[in-house]
């Protein structure tokens, strides 16, 4: 039974071994001459062939898919750091682009403005209930900046330096209770003495038969000889009537503390206008000496 | 139907190393994944000689289609591979996975080593030069290389095949020939099993 078997083994091995060695004796024939046993092969072959092929160009284009949408995974990825580093640059030209706006406006002012004045930045503000105050680091270290002198923003007025000590300042807002200014209604010349009162409001008392409606704009009318005269204070929110012959004007400063970045300290008064000159407006001091 | 699945799953892996290797740009350090399979099948010992022979041949044939080689060529030289590991299955004990991969390589090594002695002897019909066939051979190391990395995915995808097989068929496992060192340590022979076609 044994012998059956190994002898049944014997003759399928040389037939399938058989098999290849005439499919490769008939693929090494030249195709012209080609035999009926040849031809079979061929035929036989041709569509498995191409069944093969067929298969793997199938896999091969699944692969093509497969390693396609992993470069664009990765692509997509590199773009969107690239999108992310590219909006981190943007907000940063943003603030540049702001940050050279407000310069370029206190440059103006500080064209616009007679007085011989100081940039100075701000370097915090104090958010207490009772009383804020801003905080100005100078840009100049030396001893000019003394109590009393007026600060002032492109917005408008900021207040008076409180304390000052090297190249740090702190500054008075106008709507502290301590505050003081003289002030003037812009339309009607109507003057007054502005006070602060907390809470980001000031009030103004006026004569009463002088025409204060909501919507005025209040200015510095220079009579303090501290605040440059025409200078923008706040706006009319509220005028209340009270007993005698004055009104009290509620107003809204109109520079935002909170939102200042540089402010300018006046240092001494504008020169005295020339008499004999042409009219025009007396040019910037700069480097007179601090306000007595 | 065991030998079937070794096939379609021969066609499928050529299929798919073929796709892979179109697509990254690989020509020599690709699998011979039906050499990997013949390797299975034949230390696997569970299947018979004339069952070995018939998927090396089918998947030397599908070789044949997929490299466009003249048909019969790797045919003959997988059939002649099964043989010899046949041969060296009945001495050598391969067992684990790390020398089943091994193995693997061996077996793609000697498909080339084959392919490369049957190339050689009709070089003159098929107007090659043996220096490019000696070329071509140095090469095969890569390729024996990158059939033992991938043979031990292949034999899992075969074990997954073929238990797939057998639950959608009904077919109980057929527990596996005893390698020549386990016979050895039950205290038999190979010689004294005359029931087994690897005899």
């Known amino acids: 039974m044994a012998g059956l078997r190994s002898a049944k083994n014997a003759v399928l091995v040389a037939l399938l071994l058989g098999v290849p060695a005439l499919l490769l004796r ?3 024939q030249d195709p012209r001459t080609l035999s009926g046993f040849d031809r079979v092969v061929v035929k036989v072959g041709a569509p498995l062939e191409a069944g093969v092929s067929y298969a793997a160009g199938n896999a091969g284009r699944f692969f093509e898919r497969w390693l396609l949408q992993a470069r664009l995974q990765d ?14 640059d943007l907000r940063g030209l943003q603030q540049v682009e702001e940050e050279n ?11 616009k403005v007679a007085e011989d004045m100081i940039a100075a930045e701000v370097a915090g503000v104090e958010q207490s209930p009772f009383f804020r105050v801003v905080k100005l680091r100078l840009d100049r270290g030396d001893r000019v900046v003394r109590p009393g002198m007026a600060v002032i923003a492109d917005a408008g007025v900021v207040g008076r330096i409180d304390r000052a000590a090297d190249d740090h300042s702190d500054v008075m807002l106008i709507t502290d209770p301590r505050s003081k200014v003289a002030v003037e209604i812009a339309s009607t010349r109507a003057p007054g003495i502005l006070e602060g009162i907390g809470e980001d409001r000031c009030v103004v008392h ?50 935002r503390f ?22 025009r407006p007396p040019a910037a001091a700069h480097g007179l000496g601090p306000l007595q | 139907m065991r030998p079937l699945i070794y096939i379609a799953l021969g066609w499928l892996l050529l299929a798919a190393v073929g796709g892979l290797g179109q697509t ?28 070995c022979l018939l998927v090396a041949v089918a998947l030397g044939y599908l070789e044949d289609m997929h490299q466009g080689t003249p048909a019969g060529l790797l045919s003959l030289a997988h059939g002649l591979c099964c043989c010899a590991l046949v041969w060296s299955s009945r001495r050598l004990a391969v067992e684990g996975p790390v020398a089943r991969a091994l193995a693997a390589g061996v077996a793609a090594a000697l498909v080339d080593l084959v392919t490369f ?45 073929l ?3 057998d639950r959608a068929f009904g077919r109980r496992p057929r527990p596996a020939r005893r390698s020549p060192l386990q016979a050895r340590g039950s205290g038999s022979t190979l010689e004294g099993e005359g029931q087994s076609d690897w005899t």
């Open chain 1, 101 to 111: 706006r407000e310069l370029r406006r206190s440059l103006q002012m500080r064209d």
């Open chain 2, 24 to 51: 990254l740009g690989l020509t020599v350090m690709l699998p011979a994944t039906s050499a990997a399979l013949v390797a299975h099948v034949v230390f696997g010992r569970d299947l018979s000689l004339p069952s």
């Open chain 2, 163 to 165: 238990g797939a097989g």
């Open chain 2, 117 to 161: 002695a049957i190339l050689f002897f009709v070089r003159r019909r098929l107007g090659v030069e043996g220096e490019a066939l000696i070329a071509g051979l140095v090469q095969a190391r890569w390729h024996a290389l990158a059939t033992v990395l991938a043979a031990p995915g292949v034999f899992l995808l075969a074990e997954l095949a």
């Open chain 1, 206 to 255: 006026i004569a009463a038969d002088l025409g204060v409606s909501v919507g005025d704009l209040v200015q510095t009318s220079g009579v303090d000889e501290l605040f440059p005269r025409g200078q923008p204070v706040g706006q009319v929110v509220r005028v209340d009537d009270v007993v005698g012959a004055q009104q009290r004007v509620h107003v809204v400063p109109s520079a």
């Open chain 1, 75 to 88: 692509d997509n990825e590199a773009l969107a750091a690239e999108n992310r580093k590219l909006r981190l």
């Open chain 1, 258 to 279: 909170d939102r200042l970045d540089m402010v300018w300290v006046v240092l001494a008064s504008a020169p005295a206008p020339d008499p004999e000159g042409s009219g």
């Open chain 1, 26 to 28: 008939a693929s090494l």
